[in-house]
T-cell receptor, first 112, second 118 residues
Framework: QKEVEQDPGPLSVPEGAIVSLNCTYS??????FMWYRQYSRKGPELLMYTYSSGNKEDGRFTAQVDKSSKYISLFIRDSQPSDSATYLCAMSGAQAGTALIFGKGTTLSVSS | GAVVSQHPSRVICKSGTSVKIECRSL??????MFWYRQFPKQSLMLMATSNEGSKATYEQGVEKDKFLINHASLTLSTLTVTSAHPEDSSFYIC??????????????FGSGTQLSVL
């Protein structure tokens, strides 16, 4: 079993839809949970991160972490065509300098 | 915001040649930098952790003699792919952690290098 599992999609939705992206993981030592957005042949950019369990909201984006189920989610409300990209979940331990372990990424396409 | 500059963005080379990729932190110092490789429709796979002034730590399965990493200063790490072969063709991405501290938001990524070996 890979440390981080993420359905690669692709996921196609109409503009305005609510998008749900998910990852599962196996390493209980993970403490930081991140969502990155990556455009084709570009480096990933950090969207949101959560430390330990709980929810975090930033504008149209909501990140949820359920450590008991080893399951994290990213919700995008009122999706826009500009949200079309690949979304990568990533995780790391609590120690500074720990490398990130990434999911495979889910490709999202929002049509107008 | 902080910027990590990665060069070149794209390189095409002949099999057997060596290619050097540079990763620079432009407005912060980075004691630690990470090198990732990404194949099409795959996740970023950590290759090695680069620490300024010391030897890099390689992940299992990554050949240290093939992927030479030099982190000679607090703002520059280089990855050299030696004697490149077509199977080394991939997208290579570096990331740098701001030494001034902070959380995960202080980890910044370069824009990546697409290596194509003919």
């Amino acid at each position: 079993q890979k440390e981080v599992e993420q359905d690669p999609g692709p996921l196609s939705v109409p503009e305005g839809a609510i998008v749900s992206l998910n990852c599962t993981y196996s390493n209980s030592a993970f403490q930081y949970f991140m969502w990155y957005r990556q455009y084709s042949r570009k480096g990933p950019e950090l969207l949101m991160y959560t430390y330990s369990s709980g929810n975090k909201e930033d504008g149209r984006f909501t990140a949820q972490v359920d450590k008991s189920s080893k399951y994290i989610s990213l919700f995008i409300r009122d999706s826009q065509p500009s949200d079309s990209a690949t979304y990568l979940c990533a995780m790391s331990g609590a120690q500074a300098g720990t490398a990130l372990i990434f999911g495979k990424g889910t490709t999202l396409s929002v049509s107008s | 915001g902080a910027v990590v500059s990665q060069h070149p963005s794209r390189v095409i080379c002949k099999s057997g040649t060596s290619v050097k990729i540079e990763c620079r932190s432009l407005d912060f110092q980075a004691t630690t930098m990470f090198w990732y490789r990404q194949f099409p429709k795959q996740s970023l796979m950590l290759m090695a952790t680069s620490n300024e002034g010391s030897k890099a730590t390689y992940e299992q399965g990554v050949e240290k003699d093939k992927f030479l990493i030099n982190h000679a200063s607090l703002t520059l790490s280089t990855l050299t792919v030696t004697s490149a072969h077509p199977e080394d063709s991939s997208f290579y991405i570096c990331s740098a952690r701001d030494s001034a501290g902070g959380g995960i938001e202080k980890l910044f990524f370069g824009s990546g290098t697409q290596l194509s070996v003919l």
